[in-house]
């Protein structure tokens, strides 16, 4: 089973086009998949959004969090809950196509225990920069709330001797974003030194 989890902040607006999208891609594709989004304490009409979805579609299934609480902690709910055997993390706005999943499956097939969707190789088509989705089948000692989770979840992934791949994917940015480029890498930043001391 292939599981994809989507941490969902006040996307109210947006997410009826991204489930819609993805459920027509995995619906010709993947005969057992899951659609799992994580309501992050929204104050709009995302979860009412969410609970639509869950009942018309037997396919989709929602976790909510009280509060909110960050982005890496409604991902990591959304891992726990999962039951696939490989876990697709996006974004709602799916500024990564949900077809690049093929490449990062791809990687798997290759050996690979965690594949990135990357924008730094030298094939990889930006159109524009913010990073979308990962691929990542072990997820576990996650203590990061915020957007500074890459790195701590590899780091506990090489730390545990699995092969981690970075595969050049499409990257298309959708307005408005809102992700502050320098308060998350000062986020990312701080966990990186925090992961990195407790060894």
Not at 34 to 54: H, N, Y
Not at 92 to 117: C, M, N, R, W, Y
Not at 165 to 174: D, K
Not at 187 to 194: I, N
Request: charged fraction near 25%.
């Amino acid at each position: 089973m292939l599981s994809i989890v989507v941490p969902c902040f006040n996307e109210e607006q947006r997410l009826p086009r991204t489930i819609e999208q993805i459920q027509r891609y995995l619906d010709g594709k993947h005969a057992d998949y899951e659609l799992i989004l994580v309501d992050d304490g929204s104050s709009d009409g995302t979860r009412q959004v969410m609970d639509a979805a869950a009942g018309r579609h037997s396919s989709v299934r929602v976790e909510a969090l009280p509060h909110n609480r960050g982005k890496g902690r409604a991902l990591a709910v959304g891992v726990e809950a999962a039951r696939g055997e490989e876990i697709l993390l996006t974004d709602a706005d799916l500024s990564t196509p949900i077809e690049e999943l093929e490449k990062l499956q791809a990687a798997f097939d290759k050996g690979a225990g965690v594949a990135i969707a990357s924008r730094a190789l030298r094939e990889s088509r930006v159109e524009v920069s913010q990073p979308v989705y990962r691929v990542i089948p072990v997820f576990a000692s996650l203590s990061t709330d915020g957007f500074g989770y890459d790195p701590e979840v590899l780091y506990h992934a090489r730390k545990r001797g699995v092969k981690i791949a970075e595969v050049p994917v499409t990257w298309r940015n959708s307005a408005p974003t809102k992700v502050s480029p320098v308060l998350s890498s000062l986020d990312m930043l701080k966990h990186v030194l925090r992961v990195r001391l407790r060894g």
